[in-house]
């Protein structure tokens, strides 16, 4: 496809995202200066929920990396797939995506945070299995669904308990809830669903997987958005259930464990890109780490270190994808030599794989120098910390020289650098790494700073220089393990690569419990659904007799006087002598048609007492469905074979009647209570000044049990479309 030919309309989600990162942009010296805008609609005022909003500090951090990384994601998804004609799906997913980020990021209502939640698990699943034609994309993508989604149900449950404990669905009003007894349960849940979310360990395997999704893709999955949803969560809720030791031991050891299993695994990895979703993995780890240590150095540095992480992982992403467009592969030993043919690729992505080995004076060196001073108390700490460090330096080094130094060597016959839309982004992403590394004070006012006092803590004082001292010593020896690490890369991944299948994982008990889910549901379906109409039904109607003669039992019959029964007319005894006199029938007959409109009797019966009672649309539909079951089974009994005559099936007979029974005694029963009118009253007083209708049954349908129709009405169409697919289908 030629430029002429390419549609402009591509680039208007990247330009509208742009938009809104101007937007959020203008509200950073206001936020800076402790302000908080608000807004709030009216959602469910009769539940007390609303959709609202709130920028602080965070939210606002958050907002503008979500907007800005997703204009230039958009620019860059606009040119890698020029061609393909995926391209409009792919940016509606990507912006519905951004939308639903950014909704959770801003909410201050708490069922409004959850449904933003529910989005991200949503539109990220369409995105990991965007090739949907390959096996291992749709595995990736299912996998990821299922652990983000119960990670969701976990953060329902939390939200409900929050907000019962807090007495508010605000998020700004929750308060500190660390003495509330229901905390250790509230905080047990937001952890399951902040680790499912952020790939934590041990559910941090589906991300390594969802590299399935195209590159860009990735690096807005890695770099701002879903998988920093969970680190958003803990900060977010850092004032209300943080600074306890149930915190601190439950955040620690997970995010130093993903830390070390991120960065050991990185090394093993061949492929570029994969190496990069590891060590995204190394980096959650270290932020969780870091929001469970607390303290005012600590979240600090959390939060510096998920702004610089946003922008080099964004920006090494990127350039992942340019190195394989231009040279053809993504695996670097079959990549050499590539500075002369694309330089423009190895000018981006050099300063971000800088920014991401901690070298001044790029912002990864602040953000470092924060991150040692934070765990330096701990020798421990400090010493996992400094390994996995190194081992994103060894990384660094591969993205930024395996591909470019050394001999020429690549799949592509004429390697180059790809188009202007594929360097911007990440060229744009590494000068603001470098920018704020520059300006570490700016970073301090405009972001870092709000970022740490809206997670409850005082800000700590960003700096290029801090001095000789144990942080500055542990940088020194970061770089110095890391070189010895990449001198030794290739060994190192043969050594891993011979390990890893003597090594548990995490993701073989997902696929036990996912296998013994699946054979579990089989065992179930086999035994339930044996393709037999009648036992459907034996089964239903044997379970409902269950339920109302329990029912009746635990709460007793209240008999209907009977002065009511002797009161009824001749006309009612007429209509209950024809439901008896066809249910006879049915019953005696031995032919199929006969049985058929002795039915087709019952159903006419009960439209006549719809008729004695004024429920003459009632009886209507009933007579008319009535009709056409009859007309219906009638006619699909002429083209069934010949099968003799009916026989008679105590069994069924013997349930029936105990069903009916009991459905009559039910109804006695209700007549023998004294009715109460408190909900008749209700619908008949709200029904105009809150619905906004005068026919009140119309209202209560569409209304006041809008949900129950909706879930009728889908039953409705469900069947229709199960029907037509049947009878569409000609089988001989």
């Not at 999955?221 to 920093?228: D, G, N, R």
């Not at 579990?520 to 339930?528: D, G, H, K, P, Q």
């Amino acid at each position: 496809m030629t430029d002429a030919t390419v549609p402009s309309w591509r680039l208007l989600p990247a330009a509208a995202s742009g938009l809104g990162f101007a937007a959020f942009a203008a509200l950073v010296p206001e936020v800076a200066a402790g302000a908080a805008p608000e807004l709030s609609l009216p959602w469910v005022p009769a539940l007390g929920v609303s959709a609202a909003f709130r920028v602080d500090g965070l939210g606002l951090a958050f907002a503008l990396l979500v907007t800005g990384i997703g204009a230039l994601v958009l620019l860059y998804t606009a040119t890698y797939f020029r061609g393909d004609r995926r391209l409009r799906s792919l940016l509606a997913t990507l912006v519905a995506f951004e939308l639903a980020m950014l909704g959770v990021v801003t909410a201050d209502d708490l069922v409004t945070l959850f449904v933003f939640w529910e989005a991200t698990t949503v539109t990220s699943w369409l995105l990991v299995g965007f090739d949907h034609e390959r096996a291992a994309a749709r595995a990736a993508a299912l996998q990821a669904l299922v652990v983000t989604a119960a990670g969701g149900l976990a953060l329902l449950a939390a939200l409900m308990l929050m907000g019962a404990a807090a007495g508010t669905a605000r998020l700004s009003g929750l308060g500190a809830l660390q003495a509330d007894p229901a905390c250790p349960v509230i905080l047990g849940l937001v952890v399951v669903a902040a680790f499912a979310k952020s790939a934590q360990w041990p559910l941090h395997f589906w991300l390594p997987n969802a590299m399935a999704a195209p590159t860009p893709v990735s690096a807005y999955l890695h770099s701002a958005t879903m998988v920093k949803a969970g680190v958003y969560l803990l900060a977010r809720l850092s004032p209300a259930l943080g600074g306890t030791a149930l915190w601190q031991g439950l955040l620690v050891p997970a995010g130093a464990a993903t830390m070390l299993i991120g960065a050991v695994w990185a090394l093993r990895q061949a492929d570029l890109k994969l190496m990069l979703a590891w060590t995204t993995l190394m980096a959650l780890g270290l932020t969780t780490l870091l929001l469970g240590v607390g303290g005012a150095e600590a979240v600090t540095a959390a939060m510096a270190f998920l702004l610089v992480h946003a922008l080099y992982k964004a920006a090494l992403f990127l350039g992942v994808g340019m190195i394989e467009t231009g040279a053809g592969s993504r695996q670097y030993p079959d990549l050499g030599g590539l500075r002369r043919a694309m330089p423009a690729t190895a000018a981006v992505v050099a300063p971000a794989a800088a920014a991401m080995a901690g070298v001044p004076p790029f912002l990864g060196f602040v953000a470092k120098e924060l991150v040692y001073g934070a765990t330096v108390p701990g020798v421990g700490l400090t010493l996992a910390v400094l390994l996995a460090s190194a081992a994103m330096v060894a990384c660094a080094g591969a993205v930024a020289l395996r591909p470019f130094a050394g001999p020429a060597r690549h799949p592509a016959a004429l390697p180059k650098d790809p188009r202007w839309g594929l360097r911007l982004g990440p060229l744009v992403l590494a000068v603001l790494g470098l920018g704020f590394g520059l300006a570490p004070a700016l970073a301090e006012a405009w972001l870092v700073g709000p970022m740490a006092r809206a997670a409850g803590s005082t800000p700590a004082h960003l700096a290029l220089w801090h001095g000789v001292g144990a942080p500055l010593a542990l940088s020194l020896a970061t770089w110095a393990l890391g070189a010895a690490l990449y001198l030794r890369l290739d060994r190192l991944r043969a050594r891993l690569s011979a390990a890893e299948p003597r090594l548990p994982r995490a993701e073989a008990a997902y696929a036990a419990a996912f296998a013994g889910l699946l054979a579990a549901a089989r065992t179930v379906t086999a035994a339930t659904q044996t393709g037999r109409a009648t036992s459907y039904l034996r089964a239903s109607f044997a379970t409902l007799a269950v339920l109302i003669w329990g029912a009746l039992a635990a709460g007793g019959i209240a008999w209907p006087p009977v002065a009511a029964l002797a009161s009824a007319s001749f006309v009612d005894w007429a209509v209950a002598a024809m439901v008896l006199g066809s249910v006879g029938v049915v019953l005696a007959t031995r032919s199929r048609l006969t049985a058929i409109a002795a039915l087709g009797g019952v159903g006419s019966g009960i439209a006549f007492v719809y008729v004695l009672y004024g429920a003459t649309d009632v009886a209507m539909t009933q007579l008319f469905v009535e009709i056409l079951v009859v007309v219906f089974l009638a006619l699909a009994m002429v083209h069934l074979p010949a099968a003799g005559r009916l026989p008679f099936r105590p069994r069924d007979a013997g349930l029936a009647a105990v069903l009916g029974t009991g459905a009559t005694v039910a109804v006695l029963a209700v007549l023998g209570t004294p009715l109460d009118t408190g909900l008749s009253r209700f619908f008949e007083a709200e029904s105009y000044p809150t619905a906004h209708g005068r026919n009140v049954v119309n209202v209560i349908l569409v209304d006041f049990r809008g949900f129950d129709t909706l879930g009728e009405i889908s039953v409705i169409v469900i069947a229709a479309v199960a029907t037509i697919a049947v009878l569409a289908r000609r089988v001989r």
